[in-house]
């Protein structure tokens, strides 16, 4: 590692998460579950997109809306150069990414859970 791991505080999960909600309903992807951690972020979004493509995009405007805020050095490497993705392919997976992602990642920190019955 060359730098310390970017750690994300209560402010700026704040930040990330509402990013997360704005660039998904400007993108018409439906945002299911959003869990924003100090380390990492868990979401489960439904878009004809790739979810690398998601990734990218969300990491991206997630970083531009950090920098905007002035909390950070604008050069700081916040993210993984990748990151996880799956495709969830039925009803019962995308309930128990949801249940995993909102109530079993320890103490909630950022989260964000659709009222929508889309599961």
Do not use: F
Request: charged share 25%; glycine share 6%.
């Amino acid at each position: 590692m060359k730098e310390r791991p970017y750690e994300l505080d209560p402010a700026r999960r704040a930040i990330v998460l509402e990013t997360i909600r704005r660039v998904c309903s400007h993108r018409g992807w439906t945002l299911l579950a959003a869990h924003v951690r100090s380390n990492h972020v868990h979401l489960v979004v439904v878009a004809e997109d790739n979810p690398e493509k998601i990734l990218n995009k969300l990491k991206a405007y997630a970083s531009r809306a950090l920098n905007q805020s002035g909390l950070d050095n604008a050069v700081k490497n916040r993210w993984a150069r990748h990151g996880s993705t799956r495709y969830l392919w039925n009803p019962d997976h995308v309930g128990a990414a949801i249940q995993y992602i909102v109530r079993e990642q320890g103490e909630p920190m950022g989260v964000w859970e659709t009222q929508d019955v889309l599961r």
